[in-house]
C-alpha cells in the first residue's frame, strides 16, 4: 500500500525561526506557499512555540511566576486564534461561498497571531500589535480566502466586532460564577 499523503513538514525550531522571518518579510507570499498546507498541525506548532515563548517570558517578567496566570495566557494565547477564526468563517460563508476550510482560516490565525506574540510581551506593544495582527490576518484571508481586499477587511472588522459582544456577553457570567 502506497501512501498518497504528502509527508508533513516538520517544524523545529530551525523552521519555526524560518517562517517567522518569511511571515515578516513578507506576509502576502508566505500566506501563499502556506495555502499549500494540509491540515492545521503545522501551523497549530508554531502557534503553540509562540505561546510559550510569550507565556514564560510574560510569567517570569511580569506575574512573579504564577504558574495559574501562565495557564490561563497560554490557554487564551491557543483559544483566541480558534474563536477568531470560528467567527471569520462563519462570516465569509454568509459573505460569499468561499471554499475556504476552516484549518485554512485557522491557519491564517494561528500563524498572525503566533507572529505577534514574539514581539507583544514587551510592555506597551500589545496595544500597537494588535492592529498588525489584524492587518497579517486580513492578507492571509486575501491570500487563502479567496476574498476580495474589502471582504477580508470587512471579515477581519466583523470578526472583532463579535469578539467584543461574545465577551461583553460572558463576562458577567464569569463574574456570578466567581462570586458563588
Do not use: H
Not at 471569520?88 to 500563524?111: G, K
Amino acid at each position: 500500500m502506497t501512501n498518497t499523503q504528502a509527508p508533513a513538514v516538520k517544524m523545529g525550531v530551525r523552521e519555526y525561526l524560518e517562517s517567522l522571518v518569511s511571515l515578516i518579510r513578507s506576509p502576502a507570499s508566505f500566506f501563499e506557499s502556506a495555502n499549500d498546507e494540509t491540515g492545521s498541525r503545522r501551523a497549530f506548532i508554531f502557534l503553540m512555540i509562540s505561546g510559550l515563548f510569550y507565556c514564560s517570558v510574560s510569567m517570569t517578567y511580569f506575574f512573579e511566576n504564577s504558574l495559574v496566570m501562565g495557564v490561563v495566557m497560554m490557554a487564551n494565547a491557543v483559544f483566541m486564534p480558534a474563536l477568531g477564526a470560528c467567527f471569520s468563517f462563519c462570516i465569509m460563508r454568509m459573505m460569499t461561498p468561499s471554499m475556504a476550510s476552516y484549518s485554512s482560516i485557522f491557519n491564517v490565525y494561528a500563524y498572525s497571531s503566533g507572529a505577534v506574540m514574539v514581539i507583544s510581551w514587551i510592555p506597551g506593544l500589545a496595544v500597537v500589535m494588535e492592529p498588525v495582527r489584524a492587518i497579517l490576518v486580513g492578507v492571509g484571508l486575501y491570500k487563502t480566502g479567496k476574498l476580495g481586499g474589502f471582504q477580508s477587511f470587512v471579515t477581519v472588522v466583523l470578526t472583532a466586532v463579535l469578539l467584543l459582544l461574545f465577551f461583553w456577553t460572558v463576562a458577567p457570567l464569569v463574574v456570578a460564577v466567581r462570586d458563588f
